[in-house]
């Protein structure tokens, strides 16, 4: 599709016409010369054809030229396909605890039972899918906090390191303040705009240099709301040597804690007893957090003045011919050749 950027150029086609009608004429006053005889100043038959016939180029090359020169001045140019940029959505950085409690196989997945990490990567695939138009970062942590990703539009990335996480790959124990820092200072490095913390846990905090209390109130200086949610089902049955009893796997989550993080800085704490709830909660930071909805688009342009501009230089050279007689002559020649034929 051909588009132009200067369309308007087109209404200086008439110009050479208007300075044609309005400027005054030049007289031209030819000086008189008296010979005895005309025979000697006559010109021959074919001459005079060509001085009387070939006043059309003269007239159709200007013409060509100055078309050519208003096409390039227009700035024609091709469009391409669509192209959808990033938006400039949230910065959301994911904490993830992969301590050794993450493997306890207290959720169900497709009637099966499988432990708490397995349902966090399931269900955080398609919440990440989700955000696109956010800068995605991965926190994962156990006795340390690693970063995994930066903020990033890339998602697919950061899906693929969440799969990757192995439980007690950082250490079996649970630093949650630690995780809050490091997210905080991921966060200070870029631009102010809604900076978002998801914290997922199930259990309290036994490692690390930095309380989680505290770490909310840095997080509520620096404009960063931080969602805790506590992962873990209320009761589950164990084999014994008695048989069967059943057992509470989140007695150590720290549901105190985690509430007050979040009223800190504004967030909102949730409680994920099983996969289908931490798909509904998921979902419930989605409407509190949205996305972008309307994405900027780009069109790519490729630039096609230079091919009327290469037009007008060739018709100049040809009008540079034409001045020098060298054109005339050649369309003499051509014309002879053809009443030769006939």
């Keep these: 599709m051909i588009d132009w950027h200067w369309p308007w150029a087109f209404y200086l086609l008439p110009l050479p016409l208007l300075f044609f009608w309005l400027l005054p004429k030049v007289k031209q006053q030819e000086a008189a010369l008296k010979v005895p005889d005309l025979k000697l100043w006559q010109t021959s038959q074919a001459s005079t054809h060509i001085q009387t016939q070939q006043s059309w180029p003269s007239l159709l090359l200007p013409a060509l030229l100055w078309l050519a020169l208003l096409t390039a001045l227009a700035r024609p140019h091709i469009l391409g396909e669509v192209v959808e940029l990033p938006t400039s959505g949230r910065d959301l ?27 966090v990567k399931k269900v955080l695939n398609d919440f990440i899918a989700q955000r696109q138009g956010d800068r995605l970062g991965l926190v994962l942590f156990g006795s340390q906090a690693y970063l995994q990703a930066p903020l990033t ?56 240099e930095v309380e989680p209390l505290k770490a909310a109130e840095l997080a509520q200086q620096s404009k960063v709301k931080i969602y805790t949610i506590g992962l873990g089902a209320d009761a589950m049955e164990v084999a014994s040597f008695f048989g069967s009893r059943q057992v509470n796997p989140s007695r150590d989550l720290d549901e105190g804690t985690l509430q007050k993080m979040a009223d800190i800085t504004g967030g909102h704490y949730f409680r994920a007893r099983d996969s289908k709830e931490l ?18 688009i780009f069109r790519p342009q490729i630039n096609i003045y230079y091919w009327p501009l290469g037009i007008a230089l060739l018709i100049s050279f040809l009008i540079a011919l034409q001045k020098l007689g060298l054109f005339r002559r050649l369309l003499y020649i051509l014309r002879s050749q053809g009443r030769n034929s006939q």
Excluded: C, H
């Design 93 to 119: 950085m994911l904490a993830i605890d992969i301590s050794g409690s993450m493997e306890i196989e207290d959720m169900q997945w497709q009637k099966r039972p499988v432990n708490r990490l397995f349902t």
């Design 153 to 208: 539009f890339d998602w697919l990335t950061v899906q693929t390191l969440m799969n990757e996480a192995q439980i007690g790959l950082a250490g079996k124990k649970t630093a949650i303040g630690d995780a809050i820092g490091l997210t905080i200072k991921r966060l200070q490095s870029n631009p102010e705009q809604s900076r978002v913390v998801i914290l997922l846990t199930d259990g309290a905090n036994t490692a690390g």
């Design 279 to 296: 798909e509904q909660i998921y979902a419930m930071i989605d409407q509190l957090e949205p996305t972008e909805k309307d994405p900027e």
